[in-house]
């Protein structure tokens, strides 16, 4: 699920401009900026919104596989 999970966020992350860069137990962190600053904070909160937005899906395949949410 981790590997999924990963996966996931880590292209919606790549499609602002980010990178995923380091990973900690269940989370990831992503860089923006690193290579282009231009709007790299405003790139990093749309990442965050998608990432909220794309839960909806992994919490629709958690509860059908095992009725739990994150």
Known sequence: MLNRYFNH???IAERHGGVS????GDGCMALFGWDDRDRAAERAVRAAVDIQNAMVSI????????????
């Open 9 to 11: 966020m880590g292209k």
């Open 21 to 24: 860069n380091n990973y900690m």
């Open 59 to 70: 919490n629709n395949y958690l509860d059908r596989l095992y009725h739990r949410q994150l």
